[in-house]
Structures are given as C-alpha cells and as structure tokens.
C-alpha cells in the first residue's frame, strides 16, 4: 500500500463551486501534515498546513482525521486561478524523521 | 533571492554522459531534500540531508545516482551514464530543521537524455 493515496481526479467545477479533496495516509505514527499546489510545469508550493484541530485560510479549510488516517482540503468559492494540481504530503517522523512523503496530486480545473 | 536555487534549470544530455545538477538551500536550512518528478508523475524521493549528512538515501534508483553536500548547505546530485528513463525534473528542497518542518522547493533542474 502506498504512504499518501490521493483521488487523482481530473476535478472540473464551475467558477464559485466548492469542491473537496480527500488524501488518505498508510501510517498512524504520521506526526504533521501539509497541502501543496503545483501549476502545470513548477514546483509545488506550501498551499497549508494541517492541524489537529483543522484550519481554515481564507475560502481554504483542511481537515484532519487521525481515526481514519485522512486528510482533506475544501475549497469554497473557487476562482479560476484555484486551477492546479493539489499535492497533500505527509511526515512519518521517526527514523525517516524529515522525509515528506507525497501524494500524487488531484488536478483541479475550474472553468468560467 | 531567499528560495531555493538550482541550477542549470535546463539540462540537455546524450545519454551515457555523466551531468551534475546543484541545489543552494534557502540559507540557514539544515535539512536537505532531493525529489524528482516524471512528466504526469508523482513526486518521487531520492535522498535527505541533514547536515552534510544522508540519514535516508533510500529512494536514489540506483548505483548511477549519488549525492554529496558540502558546508551544511550547496548540495549536487549526480547522475552517471545517464539513460533516457532519467528524463524528469530533479526538485531540490529544504526546510529548517527536518522535523515537522514545511519544506520548499526550488524551481527544479529540467534534465532532457537524448
């Protein structure tokens, strides 16, 4: 089984929908959490980490679920510069310590 | 600029050559990352640095990759007798102190085998 599982869609919603992401992570020991965006051809970008408690940046809100191993990004009011790949990313901690492991992405479209 | 910075951002080679790509961390990381990324792919994890160190160079794909850094900082990978399958972007990052820490990224080395 993979570390980080994620839906790779493609995801098209229209401008103003709200969409949501799910990434699912093989580890229970897995100690911090992050969402990425990457747009076609750069490199991924810190989008939000993700706290117990869940948080919210803006129309952002990332959910964590230890209980069932999932981590989940909801956008609401989605613009048409939301389009991107989402990356979630997942610490194990422990002797691999630093080590981020990704999930594949889901790729967003959002259209006018 | 404070990010990472690598170079080349673009690297031509013909396959079997031997090509060198190098990572500057954003200046007091001590944490080291090396991912690459195939066209449509996902990131795949080569090796971490803490330090001049290697704790995890679990992910290098074979005997033709190594990595090496220097000062606690400039960082090169290297690939020998480089073979067309290389052909990704070579993503560099680092992070404060590894440990719960976001990591960011470089702009990545785009390396074409011929």
């Known amino acids: 089984r993979k570390e980080v599982e994620q839906d790779p869609g493609p995801f098209n919603v229209p401008e103003g929908a709200t969409v949501a992401f799910n990434c699912t992570y093989s580890?229970?020991?897995?100690?911090?959490f992050f969402w990425y965006r990457q747009d076609c051809r750069k490199e991924p970008k810190l989008l939000m980490s993700?706290?117990?408690s869940g948080n919210e940046d803006g129309r952002f809100t990332a959910q964590l679920n230890r209980a069932s191993q999932y981590i989940s990004l909801l956008i609401r009011d989605s613009k048409l510069s939301d389009s991107a790949t989402y990356l979630c990313?997942?610490?194990?901690?422990?002797?691999?310590?630093?080590?981020?492991?990704f999930g594949r992405g889901t790729q967003l479209t959002v259209w006018p | 600029g404070a990010g990472v910075s690598q170079s080349p951002s673009n690297k031509v080679t013909e396959k079997g050559k031997d090509v060198e790509l190098r990572c500057d961390p954003i200046?007091?990381?001590?944490?080291l990352y090396w991912y690459r990324q195939s066209l449509g792919q996902g990131l795949e994890f080569l090796i971490y640095?803490?330090?001049?160190?290697?704790?995890?160079k679990s992910g290098l794909p074979s005997d033709r990759f190594s990595a090496e850094r220097t000062g606690g900082s400039v960082s090169t990978l290297t690939i020998q007798r480089t073979q067309q399958e290389d052909s990704a972007v070579y993503l560099c990052?680092?992070?404060?102190?590894?440990?719960?820490?976001?990591?960011?990224f470089g702009e990545g080395s785009w390396l074409t085998v011929v």
């Open positions: 200046s007091g990381h001590t944490a």
């Open positions: 640095f803490q330090g001049n160190s290697a704790p995890d």
């Open positions: 990052a680092s992070s404060l102190t590894g440990f719960q820490n976001t990591i960011y």
């Open positions: 580890n229970s020991a897995s100690q911090s």
């Open positions: 990313a997942v610490n194990r901690g422990g002797s691999t310590l630093g080590r981020l492991y």
């Open positions: 993700v706290y117990s």
